[in-house]
């Protein structure tokens, strides 16, 4: 069983920055992938950023440039770090992991997600 738990929502300004962190048990897997989702209020949910086991990357055209995904795998850890924010940004944020896959753009379009974290909330103002 996978447990995954975010943190490092919040309020920010337009041009600001915020870091989620998510606690994630998934590093005993040979073969795994960890994203970052978000959904705002009335739109759908869609991937921000994910990233495999061997630390491959993946973003969507959106964030690319502003967001960073990364893993500390000694800590069971992933993290997004987020400049540049802009209102769009706002939405709930969830963690979310698969396990049995490899390559991040990949996961993207093939994985099925099957662990959720209970989401953080972020929150730009213009």
């Known amino acids: 069983q996978v447990q995954l738990v975010e943190s490092g929502g919040g309020s920010v300004q337009s041009g600001g920055s915020l870091r989620l962190s998510c606690t994630a048990s998934?590093?005993?897997?040979?073969?795994?992938?960890m994203g970052w989702f978000r959904q705002a209020p009335g739109k759908e949910r869609e991937g921000v950023a994910i990233?495999?086991?061997?630390?491959?990357?993946y973003y969507a055209t959106a964030v690319k440039g502003r967001f960073t995904i990364s893993q500390d795998n000694t800590k069971n850890m992933v993290y997004l770090q987020m400049n540049s924010l802009k209102p769009e940004d706002t939405a709930m944020y969830y963690c979310?992991?698969?396990?049995?896959?490899?390559?991040?753009?990949?996961?993207?379009?093939?994985?099925?997600?099957?662990?959720w974290g209970q989401g953080t909330q972020v929150t730009v103002s213009s």
């Open positions: 979310a992991a698969t396990i049995g896959y490899s390559g991040a753009a990949y996961c993207s379009r093939n994985a099925v997600f099957l662990y």
């Open positions: 998934v590093y005993r897997y040979s073969s795994y992938c």
């Open positions: 990233i495999d086991n061997l630390g491959d990357t």
